[in-house]
């Protein structure tokens, strides 16, 4: 019989132990929580039928090994034109962010943000997108990993008092613009753009710094421009719309190279032009009747503009698209090529 050392054998069944040790560390490594930033609060409609639905689907589809934790209404610091910072530079694992608030910096996907250029809804626009980002916005985004692009619902002007229905009613009112181009697009008519964050857009109007503001339809009630604004005008219907910001997932590259091939798998398959899709269908039009029911309850007027009136705003901001083609053609790309891809990507989705 073989005598052990009452001094081995304590190590020895450490050593036995080790291997059941290492693989619950193992087991636990494996789970990831990830930081997902965003501008909006909590209440909001991106936050409860966005963000929230799609952590559930990586929670599920991981088995609960990966996981958010959700930093609304700017928690980490900063302001929204910084949350894409906030991810390139890790303080930010996956961010909502939308690149219209950061001018320049995505030039080639800015033909997305041009007036008149996209469907009515966030369906047709948001596969668009996609491919659109697929094929020429890649280089825009090199800093990221972009998990989706995706179109809101329509902008519409809300006004305080008299809706505007022609140009001439442009003259003296001051709105707010979601971004530059929406900016050019006003000034375009005779109307004076004012950028300032959605979430201030209701104690502006309040103080009567602006009259109004150009806000997508799910974005109404999140600042409660219901209950400030006495009517809502939108594009006559099947019409493309006033303007668009443009919306994306991105992700810190470093973190998404850091997952084991299993959560990477996870991540892909939340991702991509069924994703982009679902944001933009489930995410956002289906809050629409609802939001107009909202509105309509407090006594707004829900306002389409005349089809002549229309193609009269058209005309008269041709020169923000000419305005942009130049400014792509400077900074290396094509400009009208791009738009002419964009238009055409449009028409292929409108169905």
């Known amino acids: ?40 609060p909590p209440n909001s409609n991106f936050h409860k039928n966005v963000l929230e639905p799609w952590c559930a689907a990586i929670a599920k589809d991981s088995g ?13 610091g900063g302001t929204p034109p910084q949350i894409a910072d906030q991810v390139k530079n890790g303080v930010a694992d996956i ?23 996209l469907p009515p809804g966030g369906l047709a626009g948001s596969k668009a997108m996609w491919e659109y980002y697929q094929k020429n916005g890649q280089e825009d985004f090199k800093d990221f990993h972009v998990l989706a692009i ?3 619902s329509n902008v519409v002007m809300s006004t305080a008092n008299k809706p505007i229905l022609t140009v001439d009613g442009f003259k003296g009112v001051k709105l707010r613009s979601p971004s530059r181009f929406a900016a050019l697009f006003l000034t375009s008519l005779g109307g004076t753009p004012v950028n300032i964050p959605i979430a201030q857009v209701t104690e502006s109007i309040s ?37 668009n910001s443009l919306f994306a997932f991105v992700m810190n590259q470093a973190k998404y190279n850091s997952l084991s091939p299993e959560l990477k798998k996870v991540i892909d398959d939340n991702s991509g032009l069924a994703t982009s899709a679902w944001a933009g269908e489930t995410g956002f039009d289906r809050v629409v009747p609802a939001n107009h029911k909202l509105s309509a309850d407090r006594g707004n007027a829900l306002l389409k503009l005349d089809a002549a009136e229309y193609a009269r705003w058209v005309k ?19 400009g009208a090529a791009l738009l002419e891809e964009a238009r055409a990507l449009i028409n292929q989705y409108d169905k």
């Open 1 to 40: 019989m073989t005598h052990r050392s009452p001094i081995l054998r304590p190590l020895m069944s450490a050593v036995a132990a080790l291997p059941l040790v290492l693989g619950a560390v193992a087991a636990q490594a494996q789970e990831v929580t990830i930081k997902f930033s965003h501008f909006l």
């Open 64 to 76: 609960n090994k990966l996981k958010c934790q959700a930093y609304p209404a700017l928690q980490l």
């Open 95 to 117: 961010a909502w962010t939308s690149p219209s608030y950061s001018t320049g910096r995505f030039p080639r996907t800015e033909a997305l943000e041009l007036p008149f250029t």
């Open 150 to 152: 995706f179109s809101a």
């Open 207 to 243: 103080k009567g710094v602006i009259d109004g503001a150009m806000v997508p339809w799910e974005g109404v009630p999140t600042v409660k421009l219901h209950e400030f604004a006495k009517s809502h005008l939108d594009v006559p219907a099947g019409q493309l719309k006033f303007a």
């Open 316 to 334: 008269a901001s041709d020169n923000v698209d000419d305005e942009w083609v130049k400014e792509a053609n400077a900074k290396g790309a094509n």
